[in-house]
């Protein structure tokens, strides 16, 4: 079985500053994991993905995530946070058929001016 | 725009109603996804249908029912209405399940379902 766990259900961040969105997963087999982000009044956008080869995933917007097996974690980084960032963000994990797919309870982040 | 269109944006209704809320997939996904989102329980998946047959069930209650017809459009039927049923309503699709795994889930914009 998978499941995702978010630490932080809020965060908030100064423009221009790192941003650090944190994510762990348990999973029993070798997991695929993603984040997903959420505007307002939108549905959710693929931010990113991990499922083999290079640990360290980019996607759009700047973000890039790291998967450390040994920590059992897929933290969400981007170097200095935009205004426009300002969003809800999730970590999702799915076992390799795609049929048993997890997200996380979902992180707010507040960019402060 | 997604591709991924759901309507109505939004309904409001009483307790005990029954409302259809409908989801038509991007062009060319076979699979569609119903999840609930509201802000106790989170994102919570409902069940999904592949092609016209329902392929996976999540945390779905009883009162709720959905189908995806031959033009793969799909309804998510809520009855007897609660209070508690108050969230937005998200429906996905891709074009199956390893597309999933590659390229993520495409959402609509959901319907915003408020009980009253």
């Known amino acids: ?113 | 725009d997604s591709g991924v269109t759901q309507t109505p944006k939004h309904l409001i209704t009483a307790t005990g109603q029954r409302v259809t809320l409908r989801c038509s997939p991007r062009s060319g996904d076979l699979s569609v996804y119903w999840y609930q989102q509201s802000l106790d329980q989170g994102l919570q998946f409902l069940i999904q249908y592949y092609n016209g047959e329902e392929r996976a069930k999540g945390n779905i209650l009883e009162r709720f029912s959905a189908q995806q017809f031959p033009d793969l459009h799909s309804e998510l039927n809520l009855s007897s209405l609660e209070l508690g049923d108050s969230a937005l309503y998200f429906c996905a699709s891709s074009v199956g399940s390893r597309d999933l795994l590659l390229s993520g889930y495409t959402f609509g914009s959901g319907t915003r379902l408020t009980v009253v």
């Open chain 1, 1 to 113: 079985a998978q499941s995702v766990t978010q630490l932080g259900s809020h965060v908030s961040v100064s423009e221009g500053a790192l941003v650090l969105l944190r994510c762990n997963y348990s999973s029993s087999v070798p997991p695929y994991l993603f984040w997903y982000v959420q505007y307002p009044n939108q549905g959710l956008q693929l931010l990113l993905k991990y499922t083999t080869g290079a640990t360290l995933v980019k996607g759009i917007n700047g973000f890039e995530a790291e998967f450390k097996k040994s920590e059992t974690s897929f933290h969400l980084t981007k170097p200095s946070a935009h205004m426009s960032d300002a969003a809800e963000y999730f970590c999702a994990v799915s076992d390799p058929t795609g049929n048993q797919f997890y997200f996380g309870t979902g992180t707010s982040l507040t960019v402060i001016p």
